[in-house]
T-cell receptor, first 114, second 113 residues
Framework: DAGVIQSPRHEVTEMGQEVTLRCKPI?????LFWYRQTMMRGLELLIY????????DSGMPEDRFSAKMPNASFSTLKIQPSEPRDSAVYFC????????????FGQGTRLTVV | AQKITQTQPGMFVQEKEAVTLDCTYD???????LFWYKQPSSGEMIFLIY??????QNATEGRYSLNFQKARKSANLVISASQLGDSAMYFC??????????FGKGTRLHILP
């Protein structure tokens, strides 16, 4: 398996634009997590899914953020409208079943909102 | 709410020495897992090692091992024979089984030649 795949790797966008980040988890992994990493706040959990169902989205900062997982092999994190304070590295991670013996990250998407 | 505590913001260690990085997981659940990740300057998150709360043995993976103290809910990462390439940010993460995985603030490790 190729691991968790995120796209794009880098995104530069203007304030007010819509941004969509994508993630393909490892095949067979039931859990998918979206994290945001900044210098000030470290690694924050935004939302996680179990079997494509959102379980906890309490970390989503505002209504401008939304996430979907239409099937087991794809998830999106959307920011609309984007703001400069959304600039961060966004990571997607997946793990198989509830035993949590492994949890792997994608390469991350570095988002810059100007 | 659960919380991961890493008490060492930064460490300097001489090459070839062993390193111990601290991690404690504050949770009321008895079933949980603890993870360690390495984040080099390139930015990717590299999974290192995992310890389940009901695992009988301390986890080991090559030069990485965990000193798991169940009563304290701590899983300190031990890196034996440190190398220059071990210089990186190290994150501890934890999750109650069937629940979210949260991260500590990290420890920046510097290996000195």
């Amino acid at each position: 398996d190729a691991g968790v795949i995120q796209s794009p790797r880098h995104e530069v966008t203007e304030m007010g634009q819509e941004v969509t980040l994508r993630c393909k988890p490892i095949s067979g992994h039931d859990y998918l997590f979206w994290y945001r990493q900044t210098m000030m706040r470290g690694l924050e959990l935004l939302i996680y899914f179990n079997n494509n169902v959102p379980i906890d989205d309490s970390g989503m900062p505002e209504d401008r953020f939304s996430a979907k997982m239409p099937n087991a092999s794809f998830s999106t994190l959307k920011i609309q409208p984007s703001e400069p304070r959304d600039s961060a590295v966004y990571f997607c991670a997946s793990t198989r079943d509830y035993s949590y013996t492994e949890a792997f990250f994608g390469q991350g998407t570095r988002l810059t909102v100007v | 709410a659960q919380k991961i505590t890493q008490t060492q913001p930064g460490m300097f260690v001489q090459e070839k020495e062993a390193v111990t990085l601290d991690c404690t997981y504050d949770t009321s659940d008895q079933s949980y897992g603890l993870f360690w990740y390495k984040q080099p300057s390139s930015g990717e998150m590299i999974f290192l090692i995992y310890q389940g709360s009901y695992d009988e043995q301390n986890a080991t993976e090559g030069r990485y091992s965990l000193n798991f103290q169940k009563a304290r809910k701590s899983a300190n990462l031990v890196i034996s024979a440190s190398q220059l390439g071990d210089s990186a940010m190290y994150f501890c993460a934890g999750g109650d089984i069937d629940d979210k995985i949260i991260f500590g603030k990290g420890t920046r490790l510097h290996i000195l030649p």
